[in-house]
């Protein structure tokens, strides 16, 4: 008999055109302009080695400029290659196919970690943030947006009975196929089994409404948003929060090489284009530029 498939699902991004049916031109400056303004608010203004978690087509990249190396991870070949395009190949830039749950990294390799528009895909919270905690260095900070079940549209519906889930209640609600809305109470639990410590949760898109961003310009709607943020009224479809990471010994950064296999967390060696585990033998190729250990070679 076959043995059942235990891996988490995905949601696979391969092939998407996330970048232009969801971001440009798509009437969302307001929800890209809120973002960037409160991942600023949050985000150490410089650091090492950041690496971004699920990154996409690299949308958020320009709000790193101070770190020294920044490394994107994403499950889908096709988004890191569209974020290549635009960033070009350097040692500044680290291109990673991989799934949140095995990430091919040595534990502490990294002193920030942001997470965004990503956690409502995933199915097994408390696997992908103790995987993040274990590449963060004691000390590091994470950057976690998620998408809040306690939002103030949700609770009207709720209330008029038009949504038969409780927004009040602490288990996730996957509302569509591998999209989680999550309650604030059950995200700092999970950050805080993880390993971390919660320090700031901003509530974040109060006007994400089409009838008000049609009308209103999306710069003075991120301003108002700035301003109803400082009220701390978590009721907005999404939040942002800011971690550290626990630890013995603050800023053990390890700046040492970056890989290691993301199935027995042994040391690889690279021979040309490929990255061999010394353990197993098993093999990871390196595409144009892009790590890919979506799945070892010859698998
Ligand atoms: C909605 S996009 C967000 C992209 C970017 N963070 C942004 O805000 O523009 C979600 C991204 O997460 C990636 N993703 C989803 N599940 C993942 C997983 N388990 N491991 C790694 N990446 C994942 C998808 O491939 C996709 O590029």
């Known amino acids: 008999m076959p043995k059942p498939d235990t891996r988490p699902r ?31 608010k949050l985000l150490p203004p410089r650091g090492k080695r950041l690496m971004e978690v ?24 096709s988004q890191l290659r569209y974020a290549q395009e635009q960033l070009g190949t350097s040692d500044r830039f680290v291109y990673v196919a991989a799934d949140a749950y095995h990430l091919p990294f ?27 905690r274990r590449v963060l260095a004691p000390g590091g900070t994470l950057i976690l947006e998620y998408a809040n079940k306690r939002h103030i549209k949700a609770m009207l519906r709720y209330a008029r009975k038009q949504q038969t889930w409780s927004p009040y209640t602490l288990e996730p609600v996957e509302f569509v196929e591998l999209n989680f809305d999550f309650h604030p109470r059950y995200m700092r639990q999970r950050l805080n089994e993880a390993g971390f410590t919660l320090q700031h949760s901003i509530p974040v898109s109060f006007f994400r409404l089409d009838a ?54 042994a040391e690889l060696s690279r021979e040309g284009d490929v990255l061999v585990c010394q353990q197993t033998g098993q093999r990871w190729a390196i595409r144009d530029g892009i790590y890919d250990f979506k799945a070892p070679l010859d698998e």
């Open 10 to 40: 995905i949601c696979d991004y391969e092939g998407s055109n996330y970048r232009t049916e969801f971001w440009e031109g798509r009437g969302r400056d307001y929800e890209d302009q809120v973002e960037r303004l409160t991942l600023r």
């Open 54 to 77: 699920g990154a996409g087509f690299g949308r958020l990249t320009s709000e790193y400029h101070n770190y020294e190396q920044v490394v994107l991870v994403d499950y889908s070949l």
């Open 212 to 265: 008000l961003k049609q009308r209103v310009d999306a710069s003075l709607l991120a301003r108002l948003d700035d301003l109803l943020q400082r009220t701390g009224l978590h009721y907005t479809p999404s939040v942002f929060t800011q971690s550290i990471a626990a630890g013995v010994s603050p800023n053990q950064l390890d700046t040492g090489s970056l890989f290691v296999s993301p199935l027995t967390g």
């Open 106 to 132: 040595r534990a502490g390799v990294f002193d920030g970690a942001t997470i965004i528009r990503v956690i409502h895909h995933i199915a097994d919270v408390k696997a992908a943030l103790g995987e993040v």
